[in-house]
């Protein structure tokens, strides 16, 4: 909930009420046991401390007192005055360590205590058009301007650091719009507030989350719909078996490799909803099968629904309506994948490797994660988080 990445998905869920509703029903146990772990640590230091001090004084004493000192006498002054030193030093460790601990918990405790936020406003779930006019975002983005409309495909290309991410951040409000205007159906969203823009906005981030909580849990950060249908849809059914099943091998529950993790983040947006989708990175985990199912999926559910995908794979962009290539904050060519690869310009240079580098291969986008569903019953055939979120 402090990190930027998975705080901002649980914004755009929706979901942050009722996260925070959950995570202080554990709060005064992890609290409470957090202190009286470091309470026992402090006084057994403090105890080890004492007893050292005590020895080191009885060989000072002893060495104060000798007339001639043997070799004995001097190393076990030596261990008695370093171990003295030592166990200071630990106790002064623990204290430090402590107080460095205090400011999170207090900000936690803040957290918990602040108002609860006002209720999101209904999610507006049809969109026929969104329209981008000469948008810009400081440093970042210049004089952009985009369609899109019901029923379509579109994505948005470019190399890293053209303004991709930018631009759909600033769709959904999560940065400020210098410039220019945004409108959904005629209405102007360019300087509304966040709750009034994301309502009409789902967003699958590059950054998914992957949230230890059962399968129930995690789906219910999307929203009250159909878990089924969600599940077909991302086509997490073909390893989600049991809805309470726990996840995340840290809680005793099931690891998933990193495409599972992102096939449940396409769930949950499945089950917000919104009438525009905006997937940063959708398949990037997940192999060329499972790629053209869940594209067929959205090109089935898109009938009423706008889908804006921001991608580097020339298999996912075959698939597109319409593409806008963005270079240096501008969008620079729009069309098709066939015109675009034909003018021979910046985007046919970007992909013409994909696309000569497998020629006849069934993934022009290379390899990617051989990924094989795991049995949710079975942590064994499960991929550890190794691939987690930074």
């Known amino acids: 909930m402090i990190y930027k990445e998975p705080a901002t998905e649980l914004a755009l869920l929706d979901a942050r009420e009722w996260f925070r509703a959950e995570a202080e029903t554990y709060r005064d146990k992890v609290a409470s046991l957090d202190r009286s772990v470091h309470t026992m640590y402090i006084r057994t230091e403090l105890y080890n401390s004492l007893a050292t001090i005590a020895c080191f004084g009885l060989a000072l004493l002893a060495f104060v007192r000798t007339d001639t000192l043997t070799a004995v006498d001097a190393t076990a002054t030596l261990v008695g005055i370093s171990s003295g030193l030592f166990a200071i030093h630990n106790v002064g460790w623990s204290v430090g360590m402590l107080m460095q601990e205090t400011t999170p918990l207090l900000m936690l405790q803040r957290f918990f205590n602040s108002p609860e936020a006002e209720p999101p406003l209904p999610v507006i779930e049809t969109s026929e058009q969104l329209r981008v006019e000469k948008l810009f975002v400081t440093d970042i983005l210049y004089d952009v301007n985009l369609t899109a409309r019901q029923g379509q495909l579109i994505a948005i290309v470019g190399l890293n650091g053209a303004g991709k991410t930018t631009l759909v951040s600033a769709l959904v409000g999560t940065r400020p719009i ?72 840290q809680w005793g529950g099931v690891g998933l490799s990193g495409g599972q993790w992102q096939r449940l983040s396409l769930a949950r947006l499945r089950l917000r ?70 003018k021979g310009g910046e985007f046919t240079e970007l992909f013409t490797s994909q696309i000569e580098g497998v020629a006849g291969a069934a993934d022009p986008a290379g390899p990617v994660e051989n990924e094989q569903p795991a049995d949710l019953g079975n942590p064994s055939d499960s991929s550890d988080l190794s691939d987690s979120e930074g």
Do not use: C
């Not at 909580?213 to 086509?235: K, W």
């Open 178 to 249: 210098a410039a220019g205007t945004v409108t959904i159906d005629g209405h102007g969203i360019t300087h509304a507030s966040f709750a009034e823009k994301h309502r009409y906005f789902g967003m699958l981030p590059q950054d998914y989350s992957r949230f230890g909580l059962t399968v129930a849990q995690n789906l219910r950060l999307g929203g009250p719909g159909d878990p089924t249908e969600a599940l077909r849809i991302s086509g997490a059914d073909a390893f989600v078996h049991d809805l309470d099943q726990q996840l995340g091998e």
């Open 273 to 342: 909803n919104p009438g525009i989708w905006i997937l940063d990175e959708p398949t990037s985990s997940i192999d060329a099968h499972g790629e053209m199912e869940i594209f067929a999926e959205l090109r089935r559910i898109s009938g009423n629904k706008i889908v804006i995908v921001v991608s580097h794979r020339a298999s996912t962009l075959r698939m597109m309506d319409k593409i806008y290539f963005l270079s240096n904050g501008r969008i620079t060519e729009s069309g098709t994948f066939d015109e675009l690869y034909a």
